[in-house]
């Protein structure tokens, strides 16, 4: 399976800043996914990452919050704005490899952010 | 949309013994069914999924069996060892997929 690289591992950050996280992909990949996984919680799917064309958000999740670009098909990057300690977080990146949404998603180690 | 329900939310099973771990969703249009596991300070991990024309599916140790009329499906895992141990989710997918609260399983030595 695709090799999922993100970067960075981990930060922790002051509150009112932005950070902005990778994922690589070694190879070519149809779909990348960014999910949210809260301290000791289950994952959220924040975003679908469209290369070429806007990210499709879910419910609760908005662009001016974490806005996402997808330049071609191996990259990607999440940007979580304005933080507060709310944003304390796992975020990771997932990939699927064929078009289809019902597929096997490959993930990430994810990046761990504080904000204090 | 999809609500995917777990349980148990941990388990603890002395080395050796199976462990059983069951989730049930909300939307019977739900195709596919994968269960990740996640060890601390890593992404999760696929480690067995299931399509919803099949009832059951197993490889080595790790099993999955789904029943669709009741639409519910479980991850087995026998002869269980410590390094078995992590947190599991499982997943439910129609559009996108929705995950399960997760189960935290101990295998002690």
């Known amino acids: 399976s695709a090799v999922i690289s993100q970067k960075p591992s981990r930060d922790i950050c002051q509150r009112g800043t932005s950070l902005t996280i990778q994922c690589q992909v070694d190879?070519?990949?149809?779909?990348m996914f960014w999910y949210r996984q809260q301290p000791g919680q289950s994952l959220t799917l924040i975003a679908t990452?469209?290369?070429?064309?806007?990210?499709?958000?879910e419910s609760g999740f908005v662009i001016d919050k974490f806005p996402i670009s997808r330049p071609n098909l191996t990259f990607s990057t999440l940007t979580v704005s304005n933080m507060s300690p709310e944003d304390s977080s796992i975020y990771l990146c997932?990939?699927?490899?064929?078009?289809?949404?019902?597929?096997?998603?490959?993930f990430g180690d994810g990046t761990r952010l504080s904000i204090l | 949309g999809e609500n995917v329900e777990q349980h148990p939310s941990t388990l603890s099973v002395q080395e050796g013994d199976s462990a059983v771990i069951k989730c049930t969703y909300s939307?019977?249009?739900?195709?596919?069914f994968p269960w990740y596991k996640q060890e601390l300070g890593k992404g999760p991990q696929l480690i067995i999924d299931?399509?919803?024309?099949?009832g059951e599916k197993k490889d080595q140790r790790i099993a999955v069996t789904l029943n669709k009329t009741a639409k519910h499906f479980s991850l087995h895992i026998t002869e269980t060892q410590p390094e078995d141990s992590a947190v599991y989710f499982c997943?439910?997918?129609?559009?996108?997929?929705?995950f399960g609260a997760g189960t935290r399983l101990t295998v002690k030595p």
């Open positions: 997932s990939v699927g490899t064929t078009g289809d949404s019902n597929q096997p998603q490959h």
């Open positions: 190879s070519q990949v149809t779909m």
């Open positions: 990452a469209n290369q070429g064309s806007e990210a499709t958000y």
């Open positions: 939307d019977s249009a739900s195709n596919y």
């Open positions: 299931i399509r919803s024309n099949v």
């Open positions: 997943a439910a997918s129609i559009r996108d997929m929705r």
